[in-house]
Each structure stands twice: as structure tokens, then as C-alpha cells.
């Protein structure tokens, strides 16, 4: 079992930068792919950002390539999101997830472990 807890969110000026963090209680999750996703009110969770076991392999929705980068910190059990460029179609409550594969995937029915998620606002 593994809980996720994310932070970094907040109210943003568009073209600001947020750094979201996810913090797993695992002690090692290396061997645990790890993705982003967000959702927006009225609308189904979407896939943002997938990140390997070992970080070699990442993936991004075409909405954020090139503006957000996925990244870990296995030693400190931690995943990053750095967050570039917003926009306030960028606003939504971003959710941590974590499968035990080491294989990333953009597909959520394949996550086992959610967190509670953070809420990214991001102003005109």
C-alpha cells in the first residue's frame, strides 16, 4: 500500500510557474511508475504527465509538452511536477498517481494509488 500526498498547488498569474510535489509513503518507489492527472470542474479526469520507475521514460499530454516536466526524486520518494507557462485552461485540481509497474502509462484505469489531489488556479 502506498499514500500519496500532493502539495504545490495554488493561484497562479497565467504565464506563472507552480512546482506540484507528490510524497509517497513507501519507502522506495522505484519500482513504481508514477503519472499526473488533473481534472477541471464538469469535466473527467485527464491524463497530464507520466514518469518510469527509473525517470529514463516520460510522457505528456499535448496540452502540456513543452511547458510542464515530469520528474523524481526516488531517494527522496518524491515526484515533481514543474509547472511552466500557465494557462487557465491549466486550472484544476492535479492528482498523484502510482502504479507498481515500472512502466508509465497515460491510461488512469491503470493506477492503483491516488492521492487527494491539489487544487492550481491559474488567472487571466
Known amino acids: 500500500q502506498v499514500q500519496l500526498v500532493e502539495s504545490g498547488g495554488g493561484l497562479v498569474q497565467a504565464g506563472g510557474s507552480l512546482r506540484l510535489s507528490c510524497a509517497a509513503s513507501?519507502?522506495?518507489?522505484?519500482?513504481?511508475?508514477m503519472g499526473w492527472f488533473r481534472q477541471a470542474p464538469g469535466k473527467e479526469r485527464e491524463f497530464v504527465a507520466a514518469i518510469s520507475g527509473s525517470g529514463i521514460t516520460t510522457y505528456y499530454a499535448d496540452s502540456v509538452k513543452g511547458r510542464f516536466t515530469i520528474s523524481r526524486d526516488n531517494a527522496k520518494n518524491t515526484v515533481y511536477l514543474q509547472m511552466n507557462s500557465l494557462k487557465p485552461e491549466d486550472t484544476a485540481v492535479y492528482y498523484c498517481?502510482?502504479?507498481?509497474?515500472?512502466?508509465?502509462?497515460?491510461?488512469?484505469?491503470?493506477?492503483?494509488?491516488w492521492g487527494q489531489g491539489t487544487q492550481v488556479t491559474v488567472s487571466s
Open positions: 513507501r519507502r522506495t518507489i522505484s519500482s513504481y511508475a
Open positions: 498517481a502510482g502504479r507498481h509497474i515500472t512502466i508509465a502509462t497515460k491510461e488512469i484505469p491503470n493506477y492503483n494509488y
